[in-house]
């Protein structure tokens, strides 16, 4: 079974630039997320989706940040413009939907993203 | 809102040493615990679980961890300790009442000497 994919890996701009990311979760995994892991920090959810409807945004800053996922399948967060302290990894998430309970979340290898 | 708190932020051990990770939530009602692992250059992967039943757990690789309600606490621990599990470590929690979505603690960074 194949993870959950990112990309970009890596990515550096400058300050006021923008920036996007791509996730593609598990195949058949209905929610999804998108974390900031900010250095020597554990991860903060940042956006959830069901399907594509948006569960939870509340930490999202969402003056510059935007995320999507029109079809329920793929996912992309913009950034924009991005500033210093946006550094940090981002992080895709997938989860199945259950019945109840709590549904293992599985994590894709992150964007690692600098500004300068 | 709960939040998790992990005490240990940098570990050194040499191989064969036990390990003890302190995690920290607070939250008072009904919480599922997990703990976390991020190998170097890997994405992070679950190493263990607790949602009910007993309060010992066992994970993958020799971990196992033991939730104690009363003191709000889920620590981490192996009897040995190998070079491979040198990498960072997360504890997060899942509130009953808060679906699926995860709060984790700030990390520690275990680096096992050979």
């Known amino acids: 079974e194949a993870g959950v994919a990112q990309s970009p890996r890596y990515k550096i701009i400058e300050k006021r630039q923008s920036v996007a990311f791509w996730c593609n979760p598990i195949?058949?995994?209905?929610?999804l997320y998108w974390y900031q892991q900010i250095l020597g920090q554990g991860p903060k959810l940042l956006i959830q989706?069901?399907?594509?409807?948006?569960?939870?945004d509340s930490q999202l800053p969402k003056d510059r940040f935007s995320a999507e996922r029109l079809k329920g399948v793929d996912s992309t967060l913009k950034i924009q413009p991005a500033k210093l302290e946006d550094s940090a990894v981002y992080l895709c998430?997938?989860?199945?939907?259950?019945?109840?309970?709590?549904?293992?979340?599985?994590f894709g290898p992150g964007t690692r993203l600098t500004v300068l | 809102a709960q939040s998790v708190s992990q005490h240990n932020h940098h570990v050194i051990l040499s191989e064969a040493a036990s390990l003890e990770l302190g995690c920290n939530y607070s939250?008072?009602?009904?919480?599922?615990l997990f703990w976390y692992v991020q190998y170097p250059g890997q994405h992070l992967q679950l190493l263990l679980k607790?949602?009910?039943?007993?309060?010992l757990v066992k994970g993958i690789k020799g971990f196992e961890a033991e939730f104690i309600k009363s003191k709000f606490s889920f620590n981490l621990r192996k009897p040995s300790v190998q070079w491979s599990d040198t990498a960072e470590y997360f504890c997060?929690?899942?509130?009953?009442?808060?679906?699926?979505?995860?709060?984790f603690g700030g990390g520690t960074r275990l680096m096992v000497k050979p």
């Open positions: 998430a997938s989860s199945s939907q259950g019945l109840a309970g709590y549904n293992e979340q599985f």
């Open positions: 195949s058949g995994h209905a929610t």
């Open positions: 989706f069901q399907n594509n409807g948006v569960v939870d």
């Open positions: 939250y008072g009602g009904t919480v599922n």
């Open positions: 607790y949602f009910s039943g007993d309060p």
């Open positions: 997060a929690v899942n509130a009953w009442n808060a679906g699926n979505m995860l709060t």
